[in-house]
């Protein structure tokens, strides 16, 4: 009796122990991958100002381009990793693509599109348009899925601002486009990804399967209609929407997005130097990117450490990514890590002025 219950319980243990080290997401072999060129670069003046990890840093990975070419690489940048916010400006590309082909339409109200919420959108919250939502302009204020630190903490009362009047960034507005995205478009945001975006990029680490609607592991679960979607890819894909938007939404010799979506989702749409976000190098937003008019900078970021920096005039894209997990073994190791949040923006911002004092 006492061997059958102790096999049982080994053979439950290893059972808990195999699913916890599954990955979420496992890298594809795309039959439209193509490989990045690389142009050649003396990286040290790079090293000294956006130096590599230390022996049992992080896992992170590094790239620049200069156009479509690669002048500078570090870690292991094949790894798929979670995007965390950054997925918003994707969903933004996507969205550009959808309104290309006349799938959406962004002056569309909540009301028009019969979007509500668990706790029900009043009348002036359903005036909000998806414009509106793309810019954080909204005016709802609801608890969503995967919201952290101060979407939480500065959240504005419920109904103190009327749509399009203030900028709050929360995931109500990003979680909801992704639902009026699928209703809109009829397509599930990965397989339209895929099609629209990954096969004309030839990423090499993407497929539909790379997009994940639900929950996120070690999030309290909320009470909504909006999932929050993940997407996973790996640096050297992220780094080739990067290069795209840097050079106006073409990307070999094909316009992948439209230069007028490009030029609407990249400009200032908030002023943000009177706002509750106090991230000093961000002065703007767009359509769910972050800007520093200042330095002509686009960025994105993500939570965990994940930062682009594109730079449209001098067609550079620059980004450092860190894997925050990719199973419930390997993300929990990196929530209990003393050193998840260790490396800023502000070496991406360092590099970025070595590369003009040396491209130029």
Same mark, same amino acid.
């Given at each position: 009796?006492?061997?059958?219950?102790?096999?049982?319980?080994?053979?439950?243990?290893?059972?808990?122990?195999?699913?916890?080290?599954?990955?979420?997401?496992?890298?594809?072999?795309? &039959?439209?991958? #193509?490989?990045?060129?690389?142009?050649?670069?003396?990286?040290?003046?790079?090293?000294?100002?956006?130096?590599?990890?230390?022996?049992?840093?992080?896992?992170?990975?590094?790239?620049?381009?200069?156009?479509?070419?690669?002048?500078?690489?570090?870690?292991?940048?094949?790894?798929?990793?979670?995007?965390?916010?950054?997925?918003?400006?994707?969903?933004?590309?996507?969205?550009?693509?959808?309104?290309?082909?006349?799938?959406?339409?962004?002056?569309?109200?909540?009301?028009?599109?019969?979007?509500?919420?668990?706790?029900?959108?009043?009348?002036?919250?359903?005036? &909000?348009?998806?414009?509106?939502?793309?810019?954080?302009?909204?005016?709802?204020?609801?608890?969503?899925? *995967?919201?952290?630190?101060?979407?939480?903490?500065?959240?504005?009362?419920?109904?103190?601002?009327?749509?399009?009047?203030?900028?709050?960034?929360?995931?109500?507005?990003?979680?909801?486009?992704?639902?009026?995205?699928?209703?809109?478009?009829?397509?599930?945001?990965?397989?339209?990804?895929?099609?629209? =975006?990954?096969?004309?990029? *030839?990423?090499?680490?993407?497929?539909?399967?790379?997009?994940?609607?639900?929950?996120?592991?070690?999030?309290?679960?909320?009470?909504?209609?909006?999932?929050?979607?993940?997407?996973?890819?790996?640096?050297?894909?992220?780094?080739?929407? *990067?290069?795209?938007?840097?050079? /106006?939404?073409?990307?070999?010799?094909?316009?992948?997005?439209?230069?007028?979506?490009?030029? =609407?989702?990249?400009?200032?749409?908030?002023?943000?130097?009177?706002?509750?976000?106090?991230?000093?190098?961000?002065?703007?937003?767009?359509?769910?990117?972050?800007?520093?008019?200042?330095?002509?900078?686009?960025? #994105?970021? /993500?939570?965990?450490?994940?930062?682009?920096?594109?730079?449209?005039?001098?067609?550079?894209?620059?980004?450092?990514?860190?894997?925050?997990?990719?199973?419930? =073994?390997?993300?929990?190791?990196? =929530?209990?890590?003393?050193?998840?949040?260790?490396?800023?923006?502000?070496?991406? *911002?360092?590099?970025?002025?070595?590369?003009?004092?040396?491209?130029?």
């Amino acid at each position: 009796m006492l061997k059958r219950v102790f096999f049982s319980s080994m053979f439950i243990l290893i059972a808990v122990v195999v699913i916890a080290a599954l990955p979420r997401v496992s890298n594809p072999e795309p &039959a439209s991958q #193509t490989e990045l060129d690389r142009a050649k670069f003396n990286s040290d003046a790079i090293e000294a100002v956006w130096p590599a990890p230390k022996a049992g840093d992080r896992i992170r990975s590094r790239m620049i381009l200069r156009g479509e070419k690669v002048i500078f690489e570090d870690g292991p940048i094949d790894l798929i990793m979670n995007t965390h916010s950054m997925r918003k400006s994707v969903l933004s590309i996507l969205y550009g693509i959808a309104v290309d082909k006349g799938l959406i339409d962004l002056d569309k109200t909540l009301h028009e599109l019969a979007i509500d919420e668990v706790t029900p959108l009043t009348e002036q919250e359903k005036t &909000a348009t998806i414009r509106d939502l793309l810019m954080f302009r909204s005016g709802i204020y609801l608890p969503a899925a *995967g919201e952290h630190d101060s979407q939480i903490t500065d959240r504005p009362k419920r109904g103190q601002h009327k749509p399009n009047e203030y900028f709050f960034s929360n995931n109500f507005d990003a979680n909801a486009l992704g639902t009026i995205f699928t209703q809109e478009t009829g397509y599930q945001i990965g397989t339209f990804m895929d099609t629209y =975006l990954a096969k004309p990029l *030839g990423m090499q680490d993407f497929n539909a399967n790379n997009v994940i609607m639900g929950d996120p592991w070690f999030w309290p679960s909320k009470n909504t209609l909006h999932l929050q979607y993940y997407m996973y890819l790996s640096t050297r894909d992220f780094a080739r929407i *990067g290069a795209m938007i840097a050079q /106006g939404g073409r990307w070999n010799g094909k316009q992948i997005v439209s230069q007028d979506w490009i030029a =609407l989702s990249t400009a200032q749409h908030s002023d943000l130097t009177d706002n509750h976000i106090k991230y000093t190098v961000y002065d703007g937003a767009g359509y769910l990117w972050w800007l520093d008019s200042k330095n002509g900078r686009i960025w #994105t970021d /993500g939570y965990g450490g994940h930062f682009m920096l594109i730079d449209p005039v001098r067609d550079i894209t620059i980004i450092e990514r860190n894997f925050t997990g990719n199973s419930y =073994l390997s993300t929990l190791r990196w =929530l209990k890590s003393d050193n998840k949040f260790s490396h800023t923006r502000s070496g991406l *911002g360092a590099a970025h002025k070595v590369l003009i004092e040396n491209l130029e």
